[in-house]
């Protein structure tokens, strides 16, 4: 059974930073692609940056410059770390992998940043 935990977030000051962590079970972990998303009050969830098996990422324009995603395939862990926070990132942050077509979310983390 898939297994994603998302820790890390909290209140920050505009302009802090933050590292968010998600650790995976169930999953044959160095051979996924890994995603952070987001979903802000009254908008869509979106994606914010993945990662895939190579190494390789993609960010979204909004965040591309301020933010860092990795993985550590030894721990079964993907990392967001988060620079220069505004308050538009204020959201909850969902980790995410898509397994045989199928998409698996954690339950996600809150960031806040206060302006």
């Known amino acids: 059974q898939v297994h994603l935990v998302e820790s890390g977030g909290g209140l920050v000051q505009a302009g802090g930073s933050l590292r968010l962590s998600c650790a995976a079970s169930g999953i044959t972990f160095s051979i996924y692609a890994m995603g952070w998303y987001r979903q802000a009050p009254g908008n869509e969830r979106e994606l914010v940056a993945n990662?895939?098996?190579?190494?390789?990422?993609n960010y979204a324009d909004s965040v591309r410059g301020r933010f860092t995603i990795s993985r550590d395939n030894a721990k079964n862990t993907v990392y967001l770390q988060m620079n220069s926070l505004k308050p538009e990132d204020t959201a909850v942050y969902y980790c995410?992998?898509?397994?045989?077509?199928?998409?698996?979310w954690g339950k996600g983390t809150l960031v806040t940043v206060s302006s």
């Open positions: 995410n992998v898509r397994r045989y077509s199928m998409d698996y």
């Open positions: 990662i895939i098996t190579g190494g390789s990422t």
